[in-house]
Nanobody, 117 residues
Framework: QVQLVESGGDLVQPGGSLRLSCAASGSIFNIYTMGWYRQAPGKQRDMVATISSSGSTNYVDSVKGRFTISRDNAKNTLYLQMNSLKPEDMAAYFC???????????WGQGTQVAVSS
């Protein structure tokens, strides 16, 4: 069973940067589109960015130009570089593999991003 382990979350000031990582066990990492999702307290979990196995990327409008998703297939690791962070980016961030437009693996524990002065 594939396991997803997110890391890199922290408390930063508005305008700061963070780099999140997602380590995936198993051999499926190279096959599927991978995505980052986030969930703020009391809200649903939403897609932030996705990257296909060939490197094509897609972002939600609110993070375009600030966030960059990337993957290292040799290391089975997904990244999310987050710049110019805003308070509204504050959430728990999760990664998952995507199939037919939907995440389908068991969720990891996520990593918490806090943005506050």
């Amino acid at each position: 069973q594939v396991q997803l382990v997110e890391s890199g979350g922290d408390l930063v000031q508005p305008g700061g940067s963070l780099r999140l990582s997602c380590a995936a066990s198993g051999s499926i990492f190279n096959i599927y589109t991978m995505g980052w999702y986030r969930q703020a307290p009391g809200k649903q979990r939403d897609m932030v960015a996705t990257i296909s196995s060939s490197g094509s990327t897609n972002y939600v409008d609110s993070v375009k130009g600030r966030f960059t998703i990337s993957r290292d297939n040799a290391k089975n690791t997904l990244y999310l570089q987050m710049n110019s962070l805003k308070p509204e980016d504050m959430a728990a961030y999760f990664c998952n593999a995507v199939r037919q437009g939907r995440p389908f693996l068991r969720w990891g524990q996520g990593t918490q991003v806090a943005v506050s002065s």
